[in-house]
């Protein structure tokens, strides 16, 4: 079955420094890897995904992840943190096994990004 | 980018009513749509996939004959929720893949807060 960790709650730094929003997931197959980001009272907007190719993905925003296969993670990163991108962040996992399916959620990590 | 939309964006209800949720792709054709629920703080929970013209397939849990679902169109899903009860208070999501790839991002509506008294 197919599973995404987000083992932190929330994280907090100030702006200017680099953030980190961590992910890791199971999957029987080879993952398909998605980030959202969700402010209050909106929908999901999509951040950036990784299929196949290179392992460093860039995103909106100025945000990046990095697919690491052995670690089976996939951390959203961003060199210098806006107070503007403070809000929940999801990532998302999509067996490619499991054609057809809806994407699986972690619990979300709340961002706050203090000035 | 592809926009799918909701309506409507929040409702209040008495308890024992029923609901409708409508969910619009804008500017793309989907086949298949996905609904979600998200309590407080929380993840968003799959609850159904919306399928043009066949029937939905719901997930373990979810009763399909209280949460009604209905692909009339390739740009049209709708969520009712029947008889509904406090506990279904809740923010309904909807989503959809663009151009059928469902390995592609998909696009997200802005959600249904739904408040049943």
């Known amino acids: 079955a197919q599973s995404v960790a987000q083992p932190e709650d929330q994280v907090n730094v100030a702006e200017g420094n680099p953030l980190t929003v961590k992910c890791t997931y199971s999957?029987?197959?080879?993952?398909?890897l998605f980030w959202y980001v969700q402010y209050p009272n909106r929908g999901l907007q999509f951040l950036l995904k990784?299929?196949?190719?290179?392992?460093l993905v860039k995103g909106s925003y100025g945000f990046e992840a990095e697919f690491n296969k052995s670690q089976t993670s996939f951390h959203l990163k961003k060199p210098s943190a806006l107070v503007s991108d403070s809000a929940l962040y999801f990532c998302?996992?999509?067996?490619?096994?499991?054609?057809?399916?809806?994407?699986?959620f972690g619990k979300g990590t709340t961002l706050s990004v203090s000035s | 980018g592809a926009v799918v939309s909701q309506h409507p964006s929040r409702v209040i209800c008495k308890s024992g009513t029923s609901v409708k949720i409508e969910c619009r792709s804008l500017?793309?054709?989907?086949?298949?749509m996905f609904w979600y629920r998200q309590f407080p703080k929380q993840s968003l929970m799959l609850m159904a996939t919306?399928?043009?013209?066949?029937?939905?397939?719901?997930e373990q849990g979810v009763e399909k004959d209280k949460f009604l679902i209905n692909h009339a169109s390739l740009t049209l899903s709708t969520l009712t929720v029947t008889s509904a009860h406090p506990e279904d208070s809740s923010f309904y999501i909807c989503?959809?893949?663009?151009?059928?790839?469902?390995?592609?991002?998909?696009?997200f509506g802005p959600g249904t807060r739904l408040t049943v008294l």
């Open positions: 989503s959809a893949p663009r151009g059928g790839d469902l390995y592609n991002e998909q696009f």
């Open positions: 999957v029987s197959g080879n993952p398909y």
């Open positions: 990784y299929i196949t190719g290179d392992n």
């Open positions: 998302a996992v999509r067996d490619d096994n499991q054609a057809g399916t809806a994407l699986i």
């Open positions: 500017d793309f054709q989907a086949t298949t």
């Open positions: 919306s399928n043009e013209g066949s029937k939905a397939t719901y």
